[in-house]
């Protein structure tokens, strides 16, 4: 069961391209447990808040287990609902997803 329901479909044809990078485990377990809430390609449907398209430049893996388990503002608390091993690879993937702009700013300028 998700915290928001299940869904299988996804927000446009291009737009799953994030989620398809997604190692196959920790893909599956974004489909069942966090697409409802934060969209096809992690575009966030319930707000700014909830995008995921670059979780990795603001949050730890550790912090975004934190987040599974104890939910937050509008997050509930799906970690109940989940297997450790399942939050561990959903979060693993998640804390590497970063902003072009954040890797860009570590490079010397040409």
């Known amino acids: 069961m998700t915290a928001c329901g299940a869904s299988s479909s996804s927000s446009g044809s291009s ?4 989620l398809n990078s997604a190692p ?4 599956n377990v974004y489909k069942q447990s966090c ?3 934060h969209g096809g390609n992690l575009e966030g449907r ?3 808040d909830t995008n995921l398209q670059t ?4 949050m730890t893996k ?4 934190d987040k599974i388990h104890n939910g937050g ?6 970690g109940r609902s989940m297997e450790e091993g399942d939050i561990d690879k959903v979060a693993e993937w998640l804390s590497t997803l970063k902003s ?3 890797e860009s700013a570590n490079e010397p300028a040409a």
Do not use: H, T, W, Y
């Not at 196959?24 to 893909?27: D, N, P, V």
């Not at 550790?62 to 287990?65: G, R, S």
């Not at 503002?73 to 799906?78: S, T």
């Open 15 to 18: 737009s799953s391209n994030i």
């Open 100 to 102: 072009n702009a954040a």
């Open 35 to 37: 697409l409802q809430c």
């Open 46 to 48: 319930m707000g700014k």
């Open 73 to 78: 503002k509008r997050m509930p608390q799906v």
């Open 62 to 65: 550790e912090e975004i287990i």
């Open 55 to 58: 979780i990795g430049d603001n």
């Open 24 to 27: 196959a485990e920790a893909a």
